[in-house]
């Protein structure tokens, strides 16, 4: 996928539409950069996007400007400053080949363009759409990012799927994301490495819940497992766009509390021992 400028449309259309208004009196003096900028322009259009309809017309209007203005712009600003005086118009077959193929190059791209497979994509709430499609996990605290990096694919897929209206595949990413959090809490909290097939949401809550877990974050779990993860387990569910765009700033902020707390029980298990001083060791004869 290539992001695309479409500014530069608008551009070439400036540069291109003029040489379809050569007159007999047109003289290189009064053309020749003109030219040049929009030969230059339509090669930045071919680098940019694929298109294939009007490449042949594009071809030959790039000729017809290379048959007039030279393609090094030193060359081209010599023949400028060579022009001889009085100076006369550019020759008929030079004014015919460039209005023709500026003509024919209009038309085609305008039926190319008509048809090609351009969308706007809707914004997603207060998410920027450029954020969406490429870092949608940059919508995580950094420290979360720094020390969960698992959570990162996930969270960009989650973004490309809410963008493109692919609600439920936005659950089960942010939900897949979630639950990675959860497994390093629970191993973290129980000192115990959840086994490789267990995956039951309730199960992780009551071992958590047993264990002196925060209710601050087994609640919030709990309320993601009735309301989201359970309902999408099943194929006659779907989540609406509303509820992707909920599901979100929800997963968000479980997994920024269970990486807050697994930060602050990691520092704890980390603590040195406390040792009385030396001085208040006492010695029995």
Same mark, same amino acid.
């Given at each position: 996928?290539?992001?695309?400028?479409?500014?530069?449309?608008?551009?070439?259309?400036?540069?291109?539409?003029?040489?379809?208004?050569?007159?007999?009196?047109?003289?290189?003096?009064?053309?020749?950069?003109?030219?040049?900028?929009?030969?230059?322009?339509?090669?930045?259009?071919?680098?940019?996007?694929?298109?294939?309809?009007?490449?042949?017309?594009?071809?030959?209007?790039?000729?017809?400007?290379?048959?007039?203005?030279?393609?090094?712009?030193?060359? *081209? @600003?010599? =023949? #400028?400053?060579?022009?001889? $005086?009085? /100076?006369?118009?550019?020759?008929?077959?030079?004014?015919?080949?460039? %209005?023709? *193929? @500026?003509? =024919? #190059?209009?038309?085609?791209? $305008?039926? /190319?363009?008509?048809?090609?497979?351009?969308?706007?994509?809707?914004? %997603?709430?207060?998410?920027?759409?450029?954020?969406?499609?490429?870092?949608?996990?940059?919508?995580?605290?950094?420290?979360?990012?720094?020390?969960?990096?698992?959570?990162?694919?996930?969270?960009?897929?989650?973004?490309?799927?809410?963008?493109?209206?692919?609600?439920?595949?936005?659950?089960?990413?942010?939900?897949?994301?979630?639950?990675?959090?959860?497994?390093?809490?629970?191993?973290?909290?129980?000192?115990?490495?959840?086994?490789?097939?267990?995956?039951?949401?309730?199960?992780?809550?009551?071992?958590?819940?047993?264990?002196?877990?925060?209710?601050?974050?087994?609640?919030?779990?709990?309320?993601?497992?009735?309301?989201?993860?359970?309902?999408?387990?099943?194929?006659?569910?779907?989540?609406?766009?509303?509820?992707?765009?909920?599901?979100?700033?929800?997963?968000?902020?479980?997994?920024?509390?269970?990486?807050?707390?697994?930060?602050?029980?990691?520092?704890?298990?980390?603590?040195?021992?406390?040792?009385?001083?030396?001085?208040?060791?006492?010695?029995?004869?």
């Amino acid at each position: 996928m290539q992001k695309v400028n479409e500014f530069q449309l608008y551009e070439l259309a400036i540069a291109v539409h003029p040489l379809t208004a050569v007159t007999e009196q047109t003289k290189y003096s009064q053309i020749w950069l003109d030219w040049y900028n929009a030969r230059a322009a339509l090669a930045t259009l071919f680098q940019q996007r694929a298109l294939e309809v009007c490449y042949a017309t594009a071809n030959e209007l790039y000729s017809a400007i290379d048959s007039v203005v030279p393609r090094d712009f030193s060359e *081209a @600003a010599q =023949k #400028f400053q060579n022009v001889p $005086s009085p /100076e006369p118009p550019l020759e008929w077959s030079q004014r015919y080949a460039i %209005k023709t *193929a @500026a003509d =024919k #190059f209009e038309t085609i791209l $305008s039926a /190319e363009l008509s048809n090609s497979d351009t969308y706007w994509i809707s914004p %997603k709430g207060t998410h920027k759409t450029s954020m969406l499609l490429q870092n949608a996990h940059l919508e995580l605290p950094a420290s979360v990012i720094r020390d969960m990096p698992e959570v990162i694919a996930d969270f960009d897929q989650a973004g490309k799927c809410l963008l493109f209206d692919n609600n439920t595949a936005v659950g089960f990413h942010l939900l897949r994301a979630t639950e990675s959090v959860i497994r390093r809490y629970y191993k973290t909290l129980t000192g115990i490495e959840p086994k490789a097939k267990f995956r039951n949401w309730g199960s992780y809550i009551k071992k958590l819940n047993d264990h002196g877990a925060s209710k601050k974050i087994t609640q919030n779990l709990e309320h993601i497992r009735e309301n989201y993860r359970n309902p999408i387990l099943h194929p006659e569910e779907n989540l609406s766009a509303d509820e992707a765009q909920v599901l979100f700033g929800v997963c968000v902020s479980a997994i920024f509390l269970m990486a807050n707390e697994i930060s602050s029980l990691t520092v704890k298990s980390a603590a040195p021992l406390a040792f009385p001083s030396s001085g208040a060791l006492t010695t029995t004869a």
